[in-house]
């Protein structure tokens, strides 16, 4: 009897000519496979390492038209790098076919190209292809939900806003999904997604020099950063595209339930849920990170701080980001 390893050795994954043409047209680090017809077997047809001439590449694409090549399921993890540009492409064609930690790895990457496309290159001309991206993250985290406890050791801690963004994210995503007994349905979970991933999105309009501040902020500097909640959604709403619940969670996510927040200083009976998820993530994210001149808390640490800041945050929610962040 075959062994779960065996099988998943013997495993492979169809690759269609969209996604043949994303792999490097030097040389590739793993073979590929053609199936014969005949007895549906798996020969191989390219040698690692070796380069592909044009007319064999012209040969292999029609080849995948027909559904007829073939890369190793355990060999994936070479493309990763290549398949995190292209991550909503990937994922729509052969999603269902790469093994879960490799899953788990590429929507990470992914995630991070598609959120320094908008926090650090254009918003104006990058959000269409980063909403897409994130739907298709959406309905998969949505459908196989313990992709979540692969990716939270996968998230980097040094502080950037693209790595804050990616890892709110992520531990929002698992809180929703995994921290909580009942399940929303796909369209809230991925309008919730979108808020968790763009809460910061008006702090990329800062100066870089105010950004890497830790300390010593002045009056201005404070003012201006209070007020990225606002400028996050007048950007995102220009973008068409964002949920208005989505919307008001981004605005309140620096909002406290004693009304001690900001940028409107209002109290839980006018705070979302959402937003009160929001706050809490960024909060914990922001404390269990690298910063210059300032190390990150260990996690124990910050969920004790937020227990402890109950009056601001909701027990509950911390609760829940406990069951998905401190497993013994």
């Given at each position: ?40 077997k798996y020969y191989p047809l390219t040698v690692p390492g070796a380069p592909i001439a044009h007319n064999e590449r012209q040969s292999i694409s029609q ?68 909403n897409d991206t994130i739907g298709t993250v959406a309905e998969i985290l949505h459908r196989r939900p313990d992709l979540l406890w692969l990716m939270i ?80 959604v007048k950007l995102l709403s220009e973008t068409k595209k964002i949920n208005k619940s989505a919307l008001r969670a981004i605005l309140e996510h620096h ?74």
């Amino acid at each position: 009897m075959a062994h779960d390893k065996d099988l998943i050795d013997e495993s492979y994954c169809s690759i269609p000519s969209r996604i043949f043409k994303l792999l490097p047209k030097a040389k590739l680090d793993f073979s590929l496979y053609k199936m014969n017809t005949a007895n549906g077997k798996y020969y191989p047809l390219t040698v690692p390492g070796a380069p592909i001439a044009h007319n064999e590449r012209q040969s292999i694409s029609q080849d995948c038209d027909d559904g007829l090549i073939f890369i190793k399921s355990t060999e994936i993890h070479h493309c990763i790098p290549v398949f995190a540009v292209k991550l909503n492409l990937v994922l729509q064609s052969i999603g269902e076919s790469i093994p879960d930690h490799d899953l788990a790895l590429l929507i990470i990457h992914g995630l991070k190209i598609s959120s320094t496309s908008i926090f650090v290159d254009s918003v104006k001309l990058n959000f269409d292809e980063f909403n897409d991206t994130i739907g298709t993250v959406a309905e998969i985290l949505h459908r196989r939900p313990d992709l979540l406890w692969l990716m939270i050791p996968l998230l980097d801690k040094t502080h950037s806003l693209v790595n804050k963004s990616v890892s709110t994210g992520v531990i929002g995503a698992a809180v929703i999904l995994l921290g909580r007994d009942l399940k929303p349905d796909l369209n809230v979970f991925r309008d919730a997604l979108s808020a968790l991933l763009l809460c910061d999105i008006g702090m990329h309009m800062l100066p870089e020099f105010v950004l890497g501040k830790e300390f010593c902020l002045t009056r201005d500097e404070q003012k201006r950063i209070r007020q990225h909640p606002i400028g996050s959604v007048k950007l995102l709403s220009e973008t068409k595209k964002i949920n208005k619940s989505a919307l008001r969670a981004i605005l309140e996510h620096h909002e406290r339930m004693d009304g001690s927040g900001y940028p409107r200083g209002v109290t839980n009976e006018h705070l979302s849920w959402l937003g009160k998820l929001c706050g809490a993530v960024d909060s914990f994210v922001a404390m269990t990170m690298e910063r210059p001149g300032k190390k990150k808390l260990p996690i124990v640490n910050a969920l004790k701080i937020l227990y402890k800041e109950s009056s601001q945050y909701d027990p509950n929610i911390i609760y829940a980001l406990e069951k998905v962040t401190y497993r013994d």
